[in-house]
């Protein structure tokens, strides 16, 4: 299958998820992952309709962004974010999903204050507790939501989470539905510099799942372009 017919397949069936759980399609943006994938790859799904890209690495990001890859739909940053390359991150992708660490954040407020910007970033939340993945704890949330009044050139939107590897789709719900409770119960407080829009979660095997739950983006990346080769 041709990555437009990947692209109109995905968009299919987050319609039907959507209108399954009340909720209108038009709601559910959808953020192509396009790590790997080069910039002709990447034109045809922003061709075909993505409303995002997606990046993981910095350095494949700025190599493709200047062959003109992304053109036509806003960046974002999707990966794990290194405090020594905040600076080309910021300002160039509009949401920046993976934020972690309270030193990010820091890190993240001075780029953005140098460059004169505010950077909309989203929190990343290790929702299934696991030592190998970065991102807060769901206890330490309203902490941080506190801190981020300090970070005036910033905008925290939402929220992101990458649950564990999971051998069904549906083993998955607990960790969705934990994050939709994190998200509107601490939506319904009001913070500075949080606006609480967008919730960041479900991939390729489990974007129907996510979409149940609340998601609002999806990070696709295999159902749009197959199998990844890393060379
Ligand atoms: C690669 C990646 C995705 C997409 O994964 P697929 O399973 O290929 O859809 C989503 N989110 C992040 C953060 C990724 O790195």
Known sequence: MSIAENVKLVREKIAAAALAAGRRPEEILLVAATKTNDADRVRQAVAAGVDICGENRVQEMLEKQAQGAYEGVPLHFIGHLQK?????????????HGVDSLALMQALQRAAENKGLCQDILLEINIGAEPSKSGFAPEELPGILEAAGEFSNLRVRGLMAIPPVCRAPEENRPYFAEMEKLFIDNGEKKYDNVHMDFLSMGMSGDYEEAIAFGANMVRVGTAIFGPRSYQ
């Open 84 to 96: 020594n390359k905040v600076k080309q991150v910021v300002g160039l992708a509009e949401l920046i």
